[in-house]
């Protein structure tokens, strides 16, 4: 897989003249992204007969350039309605939201669209350069080491929990309660169905988030006639300043922005792991290892940046295992892989020798694309904000009946339409009464997961149950945990002892 510098510049040179296909395709993912219950795997499903009529060059970088957008395309109703468009945007609103409550709603945007811009160019241009090296990690992390990165986004519960223990921890444990509903991963017994044929599948995802997020948010704006409730900043209408103003902060960060992206890729490579592990992992270390985590949940500029970061970093990671090992990293990528196979391109190591344009062809596309919505996106968060000053007499029906349809999307079922109106009540108690929706959300979406990993590990060491450290990888992966969850005590503990000090928000 050695090519010289003229190969990828003239990669990248002819990527480039794509840009008749690119340009319309971020726009496409931008809107996909921010709707949701849609996603790229789904609209690139249904532009799959327009892909498989392009050359193979044309197509891949039509659905590449539409899965990086929509990433970033999923933070924007996070920001603006706490809402996110996807599972791999759920930590967004957690700090975005609250910026936009405090009439710095442009500024936010400006700030994601820059983490998500900077995370995704920095990963594809690693991947490229690390990629014989990248393609390895899928064949050391497996069912135990899996187990341990759960833990990582799990404790993010507890994170949540720090204001309120008992409500964070009850919210976190209904979640996973919920997450385990449907037949069982060894024997297939139902859990908790009710009778429900369309059950016994696992709680689908995008009715509980749209149901949790949106809905619950939908019934919330019913009770208040505007979005921002900071009577003395308003929404800031005029000129270019909070989009500059963005722009510096998100730069500054931009140390936060590399290590945070890098975690996305990382998680990114592992086949089946996703955005939404990455952004809550990555949300969770970024609070850990903060010196100011108290701001964290409150408009603060690092928790807004890391999930973003992240959830951008995994877009180049699914590509490594589609193209050196076959194995797609996500539903974008096995739709890919169809397309791949469909023109008779065989996946593999050979790929590389025989159509490296093809091979890398991706990731230049990638960062290509990225590099084009710095141009396009961009400029449109000043415009983007303004949606927030619309009554929400006019919001809360639209919200409710875009978001109903988006969760009939995925699977074509009026019962996940029902299921979401169900989670947007408990979703809307939960408002009310002071427990965390999004702890909510990490225990449906995680919760499975583990069990999976878990029984897989069972199985595979005939019921020890020891074979959770029987890993060096892993092991290691417990050391880093147990630190990073004693991290916060600590320094807990030295802020008590050197006295009470005024953190200043940025």
Known sequence: MDHDLVFFGELFLRTFSYWWVIIPAIFIGLIVGALPGFSAANTIIILLPLTLAMAPEVGLTFMVALYASSRMGAGIPAILFNIPGTAGA???????????????????????????????????????????????????????????????????IATIAAKDTLKGLIAGFFGLMIGFIGADVVYETPRGTFGFLELYDKVPLIPALVGLFAVSEAFVFIEKRQIVVDKEKGVQLTGWTQTIE??????????????????????????????SIASFVAYQQSKTFSKTPELYGTGHVEGLIAPESANNGVTSGTLVPLLVIGIPGGATAAIMLVVLQYHGVTIGPDLFMSYPDLAFGPFAAMAVTYALMALTVLPLARYMSNITIVSTVYLAPVIIAFTLVGS?????????????????????????????????????????????????????????????????????????????????????????????????EE
């Open 90 to 156: 759920a930590a967004t609103p957690l700090d975005g939201y609250p910026m936009t409550k405090k009439g710095r709603g442009q500024q936010a945007l400006t700030m994601s669209f820059v983490a998500s811009i900077a995370g995704g160019l920095f990963t594809t241009i690693i991947a490229l350069v690390a990629l014989p090296w990248l393609s390895q990690v899928a064949y050391y992390l497996h069912s135990v080491e899996m187990i341990v990165i759960m833990f990582f986004g799990i404790s993010l």
């Open 246 to 275: 963005g722009l510096r902060i998100a730069l500054s960060k931009w140390w936060h922005i590399t290590w945070n992206s890098l975690i996305g890729l990382v998680i990114g490579v592992i086949p089946g792991a996703g955005a």
């Open 408 to 504: 009939f999307v995925p699977r074509g079922y009026l019962f996940d339409m029902n299921l979401a109106l169900v989670f947007g009540v408990i979703g809307y108690v939960a408002r009310k009464t002071g427990y965390h929706v999004a702890a909510i959300l990490i225990g449906v979406i995680l919760g499975p997961l583990m069990e999976m990993y878990f029984l897989r590990a069972m199985k595979m060491s005939m019921g020890d149950v020891t074979v959770i450290f029987s890993s060096t990888i892993g092991n290691i992966l417990w050391v880093f945990l147990l630190i990073s969850l004693a991290i916060p005590y600590v320094m807990e503990y030295r802020r008590k002892k050197n006295g009470p000090t005024a953190a200043v």
